[in-house]
């Protein structure tokens, strides 16, 4: 199925917790690509909170979660802090019976997952981690087109995701689930899980950075008849691709893969053609999936479901044991 417009989705309210940069992107992305409007943004500085708000044309604006969360006219608070501290801010939406789209890295961990999940699913309400590249139209295409065995068998997947961040400060600090593996890694890992699933066994090697976060890591992913080639790094800018390959062919999907982009089919015969996906911003497709289900009554996606969010988390896990990362409030 093809990815459906966005403005086709029914409109919610949202309120954006967090006013940073991705928060911004959510905030255009609502405002100007689906029906929906953004009624409130909230941080923990009102000065910051009322300047975002200015900008983003948004109506109010609030100097706590607190005040967020407890806002009537507000349908769905899109968690926008660090990935330190998802699960608090996740459990506080949820305890005020908002619906939630949850930035990804999900959690810090599975377990703060698993916790984020049952509390949902005890209070009723909505919750997707917000992988938006699952929601954007080259990945539908993409998953069509595997689907009806246009490259055969998958046997390898080749994703590499680095981007020169050592300039960014939260990057190098563990107190925040710095690092590259939770910020860049995680979208290799959820685009192998995405195609393959959950790996029968994971091989990762890592570099730990002098304030004890990850530099870099690579990891190998071991399925019954594939195996999967992941990189990620915060110090240098790579091609940012996604290589797969089959029995009948093979697929490179541009750079940034990630990103609404184009991809390449190449069959065994020779033939090729390209799918062009690209289009401005892209955290619409996953907003209107957001408004979708919330109006149909759903409390998860099927593009992204809960167990799978748990399930990436639990990969995550593994590679932070085998690499040694370790946060502070884990220690």
Not at 138 to 147: F, P
Not at 161 to 183: C, I, S
Not at 194 to 201: A, C, Q
């Amino acid at each position: 199925m093809s990815a459906p417009l966005p403005m086709s989705a029914p409109a919610v309210r949202w309120g954006i917790l967090g006013a940073g940069g991705i928060a911004r992107k959510l905030a255009d992305a609502v405002t100007h690509y689906t029906d929906s409007t953004v009624v409130a943004v909230g941080s923990r500085d009102e000065a910051k909170a009322q300047a975002f708000a200015d900008a983003a044309g948004i109506p109010t604006a609030y100097g706590s979660y607190e005040q967020l969360v407890a806002d009537p006219d507000i349908d769905v608070v899109y968690v926008a802090t660090p990935h330190s501290h998802h699960h608090e801010h996740a459990l506080l939406a949820i305890e005020a019976g908002k619906h939630v789209l949850c930035e990804k890295a999900f959690t810090q961990n599975a377990a703060q997952a698993r916790e984020v999940v049952a509390a949902a699913r005890a209070k009723g309400v909505f919750l997707m981690e917000a992988m938006w590249a699952r929601h954007l139209p080259h990945m539908h295409a993409l998953r069509e087109l595997i689907a009806r065995g246009e490259i055969g068998d998958l046997v390898s997947v080749q994703v590499d995701h680095g981007q020169l961040l050592t300039h960014v400060e939260r990057m190098w600090n563990p107190a925040l689930a710095g690092g590259a593996l939770l910020d860049l890694g995680v979208y290799p890992i959820a685009f192998a899980h995405d195609l393959l699933g959950v790996p029968d066994k994971i091989t990762a090697t890592g570099r730990l950075r002098e304030t004890g976060v990850d530099g870099q890591a690579s990891m190998i992913f071991d399925y019954a008849h594939a195996q999967a080639i992941l990189t990620t790094t915060m110090e240098v800018r790579t091609p940012n691709v996604a290589l797969i390959g089959g029995t009948e062919g093979r697929i490179e999907v541009h750079d940034t893969f990630y990103n609404p982009t184009s991809f390449t089919v190449t069959r065994v015969d020779g033939t090729s053609w390209t799918y062009d996906g690209t289009l401005p911003n892209g955290f619409q497709y996953e907003a209107a999936e957001v408004a979708r289900r919330i109006h149909a009554g759903d409390t998860e996606s099927p593009i992204l479901t809960l167990d799978q969010s748990v399930e990436i988390m639990e990969i995550m896990d593994e590679v932070r044991m085998q690499i040694g990362l370790r946060y502070p409030n884990e220690v």
